[in-house]
């Protein structure tokens, strides 16, 4: 069965210091979307980066990098240069199938980061 | 282009009343889902629609409903609301660019007393 894993409840980091945010994911699909999405208090999902399971390079999205790993069904998000508005919930997220075969995300439990001055 | 819209932002109902909560999407996605999120269970997906029909659905009561327009706007309804059903319910849009991203709306936080 899909599923997500993310082992963070919460993490600190000093700011302007690299953080990264694990998650393990589980798929029998060969075909599969990773992403990242940071939830503020204020409740709104905004998307940070995304990972196809054929994309050969990792992602990067300006601070943001996926370090994926697909043998070891690895995709964590590292963060550099903390600032403090990244202090939020970060989500990582599947979906299965690629190409219009579905919009289901299947979510991590999410790790609340707090980013320290 | 302007984001995903959700109204209203803020609801409180009580126990055995009904909701609908709507979404608008992305201009020119027409494809629609919808979570629900809770402290307890996260984020669960409720389902999605794509063109007027609804393509995939999980695992909540009947009483959850939704439905499509012809102009992609979405709404969700829950009837004989229960105090469980207190939540974040967000709305997400997306194409077929970047992995079919969903892009998330506001939420809606729906109360039930």
């Known amino acids: 069965a899909q599923k997500i894993t993310q082992t963070q409840p919460g993490m600190f980091v000093q700011e302007k210091e690299a953080v990264t945010l694990d998650c393990t994911y589980d798929t029998s699909d060969p075909s599969y979307g990773l992403f990242w999405y940071k939830q503020p208090s204020s409740g709104e999902m905004i998307f940070l980066i995304y990972q196809g399971s054929y994309d050969q390079q990792n992602a990067t999205e300006g601070r943001y990098s996926l370090n994926f790993q697909k043998a070891r069904k690895s995709a964590n998000l590292v963060i550099s240069a903390s600032q403090l508005g990244d202090s939020a919930m970060y989500f990582c997220?599947?979906?299965?199938?690629?190409?219009?075969?579905?919009?289901?995300?299947?979510f991590g439990q999410g790790t609340e980061l707090s980013v320290k001055p | 282009k302007a984001g995903v819209t959700q109204t209203p932002r803020y609801l409180i109902k009580t126990r055995g009343q009904q909701v609908t909560l709507s979404c608008s999407p992305i201009?020119?996605?027409?494809?629609v889902s919808w979570y629900q999120q809770t402290p307890g269970q996260g984020l669960q997906f409720l389902f999605e629609y794509f063109s007027e029909t609804q393509r995939n659905k999980g695992n909540f009561p009947g009483r959850f409903s939704g439905r499509q327009f012809s102009n992609s706007r979405s709404e969700m309804n829950v009837s004989t609301l229960e105090l469980g059903d207190s939540a974040l319910y967000l709305c997400?849009?997306?194409?077929?660019?970047?992995?079919?991203?969903?892009?998330f709306g506001p939420g809606t936080r729906l109360l039930v007393l």
């Open positions: 997220a599947m979906r299965e199938g690629l190409n219009n075969q579905g919009g289901k995300l299947i």
């Open positions: 997400a849009s997306w194409d077929r660019a970047r992995g079919e991203t969903q892009y």
């Open positions: 201009s020119g996605h027409r494809s």
